[in-house]
């Protein structure tokens, strides 16, 4: 059988306010899952709390709609009980990096072969506009009405600095980019992490389709991938967006280091013996 974009798509209509990006990535990922030729029957999208996250309801895939920032502990496990099966994760910025954000360091630790893909507007959208922990500290809101009074993270240095196997960043409004990127990550065995600029019309004016075309910027060519350090000088700097791969390096994937434990655990010689010798301390 070969599988369409529309066999992806659920009955349910996108919801999002008109000329949102996340319509552009929602595209993206399905054109990318028909090029793929996922089975929907052995995919499942999982997904926290805010705008990006209704991606569940879009899609006739198996979807999991989890607790606000808790979408990457979900996802690992569903990787870790069904190896081969293809695990996606969505949220925003504000699921992912504030209170999701504690997750987004271990599943980098545990390495498990799911693709994450953040759509950063730079505001909570879902609540009507409150600032996220990447919002400029010019944006103004109901919370902060005089001032921002947080530092603005980087994502992209967050990923480098816990050494997440994948690191790239795209555009919605770069459609053919986003869709090359969204297609290498899927591809990549590992913790493959795509931080995509998806600006909000309705509540951030700061961040719009217009000023972020200004400050982007395709990764140089001679960028090496695999250097970390390299990556990090790249994106030290947040006024200028650098889309592309930034960083990417093969190592063992979750699942595979439990068939390693699960091989170790199931031998019956001298290595149960020491096991035994050393539960005996606790009896």
């Not at 009074?149 to 919605?172: D, K």
């Not at 297609?183 to 951030?204: I, T, W």
């Not at 439990?258 to 170790?264: H, P, T």
């Amino acid at each position: 059988m070969t599988y369409t974009t529309k066999d992806y798509k659920s009955s349910t209509k996108p919801s999002w306010c008109p000329g949102c990006g996340d319509y552009a990535v929602l595209t993206a990922l399905l054109s990318t899952m028909s090029d793929l030729q996922l089975d929907p029957d052995d995919t499942t999208i999982v997904s926290g709390i805010g705008c990006s996250s209704r991606f569940p309801f879009f899609t006739s895939t198996y979807g999991f709609h989890s607790i606000h920032g808790r979408a990457l502990p979900v996802a690992i496990g569903l990787n870790a009980s069904s190896p081969g099966h293809n695990v996606i994760t969505v949220g925003g910025d504000g699921d992912g990096f504030s209170i999701g954000g504690n997750h987004f360091i271990h599943a980098s630790r545990k390495n498990p072969d799911i693709t994450y893909i953040v759509m950063d507007n730079e505001i909570y959208a879902l609540t009507k506009g409150q600032n996220s922990p990447t919002s400029h500290d010019t944006v103004i809101t109901k919370v902060n009405p005089y001032q921002a009074v947080e530092e603005r993270i980087n994502p992209i240095m967050m990923a480098l600095s816990f050494e997440t196997s994948f690191i790239a960043r795209g555009f919605s409004g770069d459609m053919a980019q986003l869709k090359d990127i969204i297609r290498q990550a899927m591809d990549h065995k590992g913790f493959s992490f795509v931080h995509v600029l998806s600006p909000c019309v309705q509540y951030n004016n700061k961040i719009t389709f217009e000023s972020i075309k200004e400050h982007i910027q395709p990764v140089p060519k001679e960028h090496d991938v695999t250097d970390r350090i390299s990556g990090m000088k790249l994106v030290f700097e947040q006024g200028t967006y650098y889309t592309g791969v930034i960083y990417k390096k093969e190592r063992p994937t979750l699942e595979e280091k439990l068939d390693e434990v699960k091989s170790k655990s199931n031998k019956k010689d001298s290595e149960d013996e020491q096991i035994q010798e050393f539960i005996k301390q606790f009896m």
